[in-house]
T-cell receptor, first 112, second 113 residues
Framework: GAGVSQSPSNKVTEKGKDVELRCDPISGHTALYWYRQSLGQGLEFLIYFQGNSAPDKSGLPSDRFSAERTGGSVSTLTIQRTQQEDSAVYLC??????????FGPGTRLTVT | GESVGLHLPTLSVQEGDNSIINCAYSNSASDYFIWYKQESGKGPQFIIDIRSNMDKRQGQRVTVLLNKTVKHLSLQIAATQPGDSAVYFC????????????FGKGTKLSVIP
């Protein structure tokens, strides 16, 4: 079956612009997660959704970052007024349980 | 700092040998630990997990060991193959009921043919 998909795969934006990153989870997965991975680093948790609610958004680095999920499916991560330090790979994952998270290929964001 | 870390950033292994990747953690409340494999340009892929009430779990060619006394986790890969070349991350959850995972920085495994 189809895995987690993310779009765009690459995004180059100018400092100060807003960007939207999209995640399509595996059908039926109730949990959805966003992570950020900087070059050569591990994954940094950003936010977690259960259905359309976000019980844990503790990892969002600033109020420039927001995310929503609609219909218990697609999620959008929005970064406003992008900064160069926002450059990273943004990974989305979904799961049916707490244990095995299925990751998408990520969106590589470059802020110039 | 991160609560999950790795002792070695890179590991080179001869094809056919066994690989051991180590990880230290600090959160005693974690109720399970997971190993992920990430190939270049791809998202992490689940390999195996272990609950905190276990000390060993085996999968296909992989074994995870958990030593809660010293807060140490290891992944053993038997008969390492070129396809095993990747970055390996350990991760722990924040505690019972938590969906949040904390990842280590990763170990790059290179298999020498």
């Amino acid at each position: 079956g189809a895995g987690v998909s993310q779009s765009p795969s690459n995004k180059v934006t100018e400092k100060g612009k807003d960007v939207e990153l999209r995640c399509d989870p595996i059908s039926g997965h109730t949990a959805l997660y966003w992570y950020r991975q900087s070059l050569g680093q591990g994954l940094e948790f950003l936010i977690y959704f259960q259905g359309n609610s976000a019980p844990d958004k503790s990892g969002l680095p600033s109020d420039r970052f927001s995310a929503e999920r609609t219909g218990g499916s697609v999620s959008t991560l929005t970064i406003q007024r992008t900064q160069q330090e926002d450059s990273a790979v943004y990974l989305c994952a979904s799961s049916f349980s707490r244990r095995e998270q299925y990751f998408g290929p990520g969106t590589r964001l470059t802020v110039t | 700092g991160e609560s999950v870390g790795l002792h070695l950033p890179t590991l080179s292994v001869q094809e056919g040998d066994n690989s051991i990747i180590n990880c230290a953690y600090s959160n005693s409340a974690s109720d399970y630990f997971i190993w992920y494999k990430q190939e270049s340009g791809k998202g992490p892929q689940f390999i195996i997990d272990i609950r905190s009430n276990m000390d060993k779990r085996q999968g296909q060619r992989v074994t995870v060991l958990l030593n809660k006394t010293v807060k140490h986790l290891s992944l053993q890969i038997a008969a390492t193959q070129p396809g095993d070349s990747a970055v390996y991350f350990c991760a722990e959850n924040k505690g019972a009921g938590s969906y949040q995972l904390t990842f280590g920085k990763g170990t790059k495994l290179s298999v020498i043919p």
